[in-house]
């Protein structure tokens, strides 16, 4: 069986680094991107902050009025304020596929993962050391006209190649064999594997589990009695297995956006003037696309405590780029109960809403 190499290339802070390179007097100062500050009263999150930022205690999903009080808190101490800038789609993706046109000058296959990631099979190299000098010479060539870095990881699959492209950011590159996989993830903190998110790590640190070592005790049987398929993909996660083919088109799941308003409420025409605007977006983006149909509705409520809850419906024809007038009323049918007893008993206000399509279809 031949040897399977695979590289993972993640940008470094993306958003705030294209600022930072595309605006003369930009450079080397702290750059957030995100949703609108306004003085400290903005009720979005931090999208991305570069590593200048981060000195500051600012960091990506956070609160943007949280971010702007420590941007304040660093000015005072004679620090430069940070720049605060709104979410710029149009040039990161122009940036992205100059990435993306760059990596595939050097391998067929070629996966994108997301806006700033990417994965590519090297296995047609046979060996690690011309991976690694492929690696190289795409980092130096990102550098050279894009003017920022990336960090990259190779491993024998995709799941040990992203872990490690994450360990020497930013601007870093590790290479991980085969043979030297369970040196390599053993002393990891368990939330350095995909999947364990805030919710499964509190879980485990309540049984005393910390690493991945700690994991490693666990039977198959054992975690899928804890977390059932979820124990399962853990279970091989934490062993370093991982099958999962690089794919070079990226499967759209869902089209759908989402607002977060200037001040809590339950104000019945404010809340439904903006569920029109996104379900117009949504569907105008579904007429666009090249699907034919969706199956599934999903909105989200995020109240003023930041309980969130979705609410869905599916349809067993399901729903056509001809049927906007009945997309919109079962929009309006999932939301109403949010607005009185039925799904919200304390009345709490509102902060955020949001529209999504989902088991799209695409056309024959």
């Known amino acids: 069986m031949n040897q399977r190499i695979i590289a993972h290339l993640d940008m470094d802070a993306f958003f705030a680094s294209v600022e930072e390179v595309s605006t003369p007097g930009f450079l080397g100062k702290p750059i957030v991107v995100g949703s609108e500050v306004r003085e400290g009263e903005g009720r979005g999150v931090v999208s991305t902050a570069n590593y200048k930022a981060r000195e500051y205690g600012i960091h990506s999903a956070q609160p943007i009025s949280i971010a702007w009080r420590l941007s304040q ?16 789609f149009k040039l990161y993706n122009r940036v992205s596929n100059n990435i993306l046109s760059i990596i595939k000058k050097y391998s067929k296959i070629v996966e994108q993962a997301s806006i700033d990631e990417f994965y590519f099979d090297l296995s047609f190299l046979k060996t690690y050391k011309k991976a690694e000098s492929i690696c190289k010479k795409i980092k130096k060539e990102v550098r050279k006209t894009e003017k920022i870095t990336c960090s990259v990881g190779i491993g024998p699959n995709k799941l040990i190649s992203k872990i490690a492209a994450g360990i020497n950011k930013p601007d870093g590159m590790l290479l991980i064999k085969e043979k030297d996989v369970p040196n390599f ?52 996660s934490v062993r370093g297995i991982d099958d999962t083919p690089v794919t070079e088109y990226y499967e759209i799941k869902s089209i759908g ?15 439904f003037d903006a569920f029109r605007e996104l379900s117009d977006n949504v569907f105008k983006r579904f007429t666009k696309s090249e699907f ?20 869905s419906k599916s349809f067993k024809g399901g729903i056509g780029k001809k049927d906007k007038r009945r997309f919109n009323i079962e929009v309006l049918k999932l939301f109403l109960p949010f607005l009185d007893r039925r799904r919200n008993p304390k009345r709490k206000p509102i902060r955020l809403i949001g529209v999504r399509v989902e088991k799209l279809i695409k056309d024959l």
């Not at 808190?73 to 710029?88: C, N």
């Not at 956006?257 to 809340?271: P, S």
Request: a positive charge.
């Open 73 to 88: 808190k660093a000015k005072k101490q004679g620090k430069e304020e940070a720049i605060f800038l709104p979410v710029d």
């Open 292 to 311: 034919y149909k969706f199956n599934t509705i999903t909105i989200t409520i995020r109240f003023a405590d930041f309980e969130t809850k979705t609410s």
């Open 257 to 271: 956006e989402q607002t977060t308003f200037d001040k809590n409420t339950l104000e019945f025409a404010f809340i």
């Open 185 to 236: 993830l053993n002393p990891l903190k368990i939330r350095e594997i995909p999947g364990i998110g805030p919710k499964t790590a509190d879980f485990f640190y309540d049984i005393n589990v910390q690493t991945v070592k700690d994991l490693n005790k666990f039977t198959k049987k054992e975690l899928e009695e804890m977390l059932g398929k979820q124990g399962l993909r853990i279970y091989w």
